[in-house]
């Protein structure tokens, strides 16, 4: 297990490398745009990540409150069950679903909220879940940033301004700032009851994500339409690209949640421990 | 063109940054660990 982190390590770096080349060289150059619309292929594989780890900081945040109560365990669990089968049903019988929705996008969506929920459920407990919930809010932020940094970048020449206060922008930023806030709660609140608002703030703070993403079909805004899952359409090369980078983007935010949620593990049992020294202290000292 | 590269640089800039300051907490917290392991002995 020791050595599969860095052979993940280097498959990482390579799969990058090759990100970037196809991104940058192979991907064919759009018509309109010319070469700056290349950012596409950092700017949206940073968003899908951000929403994926905010998602899963959401999950665990719902875990760690709810199994302090195991009533409210069990009914979370039939809840995430009957989500999922509840999607599927969807999936099938409504028609025409709204818009920004595909059939198999509901059904995975749900069964994929399912499936995380159960599998967090199985492979952390009620203090790793929220040890999961902040660094994946941590990496979350930093994906996020991404976003809110190459966005501007990509408006400038094609939009001719930095930044436009439409619906798809501004909530961007407001999630960004709910999870900052987020972090800032966890670094500076000293009080025991700190995981439990911080869980509560993320449930919160993941209702802003269903926003952005559906607010370019709910709302009229500067941001441009979606290219997948939204009836619009994309040269299946830049397909491609756009999805080998989001599979590097997704095994570089694993492994650095994986470096992140080990050193917030060590840093737990530091402070267990030097707890523990300071109430044997003052009995030794008698 | 400058601001694709602007863009690329700027997202691997965050990225190490972000890199670099977990680079430092784990320095932080094996000399935590150390003194703590000195302390005791």
């Not at chain 1, 709910?218 to 999805?243: A, E």
């Amino acid at each position: 297990m020791k050595r599969a982190f860095p052979i993940f390590a280097v498959l990482t770096a390579v799969l990058l490398s090759y990100a970037l080349y196809e991104a940058l060289v192979a991907a064919p150059t759009e018509q309109t745009m010319g070469n700056v619309q290349r950012i596409f292929y950092y700017h949206v594989p940073s968003a899908w990540t951000a929403f994926l780890l905010f998602f899963i900081n959401f999950v665990c945040s719902i875990q760690y409150l709810v199994r302090r109560d195991k009533v409210a365990d069990t009914i979370a669990n039939w809840v995430a069950i009957v989500l999922g089968i509840a999607a599927c049903v969807a999936a099938i019988v409504i028609r025409p679903l709204p818009s920004g929705m595909e059939p198999s996008s509901v059904a995975t969506t749900g069964l994929a909220i399912t499936g995380l929920y159960f599998l967090i459920k199985r492979y952390f407990s009620g203090t790793g879940a929220d040890a999961l919930a902040v660094v994946t809010a941590e990496v979350g932020v930093v994906f996020c940033t991404v976003v809110l940094v190459t966005g501007p970048l990509w408006a400038r020449p094609v939009w001719g301004i930095w930044w436009t206060w439409d619906v798809r922008l501004t909530s961007t930023l407001v999630l960004w700032l709910i999870y900052v806030s987020y972090l800032m709660l966890r670094r500076f609140s000293t009080s025991g009851q700190t995981p439990v608002l911080a869980a509560a703030l993320a449930i919160f703070g993941a209702l802003d994500v269903p926003l952005v993403y559906f607010s370019i079909w709910i709302f009229r805004t500067q941001h441009p339409q979606p290219v997948i899952g939204g009836g619009g359409s994309i040269d299946p090369r830049m397909l491609h690209v756009l999805l080998i980078n989001w599979l590097a983007f997704l095994c570089f935010a694993a492994l650095i949640c994986r470096s992140r949620y080990r050193l917030e593990i060590l840093q737990r049992e530091l402070e267990e421990v030097q707890v523990l020294e300071a109430l044997q202290e003052p009995r030794s000292s008698r | 063109m400058n601001f694709l590269y602007i863009a690329y640089a700027a997202t691997w800039l965050i990225h190490i940054t972000y890199l670099g300051v977990l680079v430092r907490r784990y320095q932080h917290l094996r000399h935590e660990i150390e003194e703590l392991k000195r302390s005791k002995s």
